[in-house]
């Protein structure tokens, strides 16, 4: 587990009543999970499955870039 080193923002979410997990560095890169743990067990799925569609369909898969900072 953990294979991928993309940066993954973790927080509650009330409206979905869910823990959502984002992945910035790939565009709509989501996941939710009914706590922290099973965010980031989804998210794995969800980085795989997005980068292998990137590479089906021929996209630059960004590499990670690892902490990322916001203004």
């Excluded at 795989?48 to 590499?63: C, F």
């Amino acid at each position: 587990m953990m294979e991928n080193k993309y940066e993954i923002i973790l927080y509650w979410s009330k409206d979905d009543n869910a823990v959502i997990a984002e992945v910035p560095e790939l565009a709509g890169c989501m996941a939710d999970g009914n706590n922290y743990s099973d965010a980031l067990i989804n998210i794995e799925t969800v980085i795989n499955q997005w980068i292998q569609t990137a590479k089906d369909l021929g996209r630059e898969i960004p590499l990670p870039k690892g902490k990322l900072m916001y203004a």
